[in-house]
């Protein structure tokens, strides 16, 4: 079977080892110029937007050799900090700094984002939802000013707003779940039948800051990577909570001192969009693939040189894109301008993101 990137993928019911590789991974061409924020495939072609600290949002064209081509870009007026496609993949959204989210439309031929949206501090975080009542999707947004807010584009004002506890740090939707996490360590679930009620109110389940939620591909759960190296399993549901636990990852232990552990912050989560499986990837410069009901590491991969703010998968699971850039996890004077900024596509072999058999009951 022919994949991604010209190669080959041998089906092989032998036992693979469990460090990946990345040799052949791919570079996006013409990468930001500035730390790259947040990067997502569209559920529907194999276009792929990046944000950049440098004010911008890129759309790219991936095809099937790997290779990509930009195809339109627009600016924010400070830097972007998150991005998202509407679910027919005609639109890329962003929030930024500049206190605003901005829409472009891929068919209007324009390079120019259309502003939907404004908070009164950062907007750290857009999704589009689905909202029982509106004809089209909302947009909702999370910001550093402790609201969450829902937006018809069509209106200058949003639809309705939910304060929460903190600022907003993290944020991810599907189907009716939206999670959102702050500073504080709490973690606000909102079910979208209720959009501006709050389901269930919890503190994180790790110790210290988050630094992402992501949604389970099915809706009954979450992940969430803080910054001392850990990743929690977290189900919506008491019933489920049985299910619940927490592992260590992005840690280094160096060869001459056994009792040491260098912790790295998990950066990001994404969720394979077939199979289930998850990625954590962190500012130890490593990705690892996960299947959370087996509780096992699937794969785990080389340091790739640099920090990795931001992951997606497109909409098949056959790419895992993964940006290569300063996290700001040690502030801003390591941000120097010999700095790596650059987007891998890597090629999913059969193997690499497939849950672990089930043990058949005897």
Same mark, same amino acid.
């Given at each position: ?10 089906a092989?019911? %032998?036992?693979?080892?469990?460090t !990946?590789?990345?040799s ?6 013409? $990468?930001?110029d500035d ?7 569209? $559920? ?19 095809? !099937? ?18 991005l998202?496609w +509407? ?12 206190k ?14 259309t #502003?939907?949206? /404004? ?15 509106? %004809?089209? $999707? ?10 969450? *807010?829902?937006?018809?584009?069509r #209106? &200058? ?11 907003? =740090?993290?944020m991810?939707?599907?189907n009716?779940?939206?999670?959102? %996490? ?10 979208l ?9 919890? #503190?994180?389940?790790?110790k ?8 389970? +591909?099915? @809706?009954s @759960? ?9 990743c929690?399993? #977290?189900y ?5 909570s049985?299910?619940?636990? +927490? ?7 160096p ?8 912790? =790295?912050?998990?950066n990001?989560?994404?969720?394979h969009?077939?199979h289930?499986?998850f990625?954590?990837? !962190? ?27 931001t992951?997606?998968?497109?909409r098949? &699971? ?5 940006? /290569?850039?300063?996290?700001? +996890?040690? @502030? ?17 072999q059969?193997?690499?993101? *497939?849950?672990r ?6």
């Amino acid at each position: 079977m022919a994949g991604l990137f010209g190669t080959t993928v041998a089906a092989s019911n %032998a036992t693979q080892a469990t460090t !990946g590789d990345i040799s052949k991974d791919v570079a996006l061409t013409a $990468p930001p110029d500035d730390s790259i924020s947040d990067i997502s495939f569209s $559920p529907q072609t194999d276009h792929l937007a990046v944000a950049s600290w440098d004010k911008k949002v890129r759309i790219y064209e991936v095809n !099937g050799q790997g290779g990509s081509e930009g195809k339109a870009y627009y600016e924010h007026e400070q830097p972007v900090l998150s991005l998202c496609w +509407s679910k027919d993949g005609t639109k890329v959204v962003s929030g930024g700094a500049d206190k605003a989210a901005r829409v472009l439309d891929l068919n209007s031929g324009q390079n120019v984002g259309t #502003q939907v949206a /404004v908070h009164d501090q950062a907007i750290r975080c857009v999704r589009f939802v689905d909202v029982p009542g509106q %004809a089209t $999707p909302v947009l909702v947004t999370g910001s550093w000013d402790k609201t969450v *807010k829902y937006w018809d584009m069509r #209106q &200058g004002t949003p639809v309705a707003s939910v304060s929460c506890q903190e600022r907003v =740090y993290s944020m991810d939707v599907i189907n009716k779940l939206l999670v959102v %996490a702050t500073a504080d360590r709490y973690i606000n679930i909102i079910n979208l039948d209720k959009p501006t009620e709050l389901y269930k109110t919890m #503190q994180s389940p790790l110790k210290w800051q988050t630094r992402v939620v992501s949604c389970f +591909s099915d @809706g009954s @759960g979450f992940a969430v990577g803080s910054i001392e190296g850990r990743c929690a399993i #977290q189900y919506v549901e008491e019933k489920d909570s049985s299910a619940n636990f +927490s592992f260590k990852c992005h840690r280094q232990t160096p060869p001459t001192t056994r009792d040491v552990s260098n912790v =790295y912050a998990v950066n990001a989560i994404s969720f394979h969009p077939v199979h289930g499986t998850f990625s954590t990837a !962190g500012a130890d410069g490593t990705f690892h693939f996960w299947d959370k009901d087996a509780k096992h590491r699937l794969k785990g991969y080389p340091e790739v040189g640099g920090t990795i703010p931001t992951t997606s998968f497109n909409r098949t &699971g056959s790419i895992f894109a993964y940006a /290569v850039s300063y996290d700001w +996890s040690k @502030g801003y004077s390591v941000n120097t301008p010999q700095m790596v900024n650059k987007v891998m596509l890597h090629s999913v072999q059969q193997d690499e993101c *497939k849950p672990r058999p089930k043990a058949s009951k005897r």
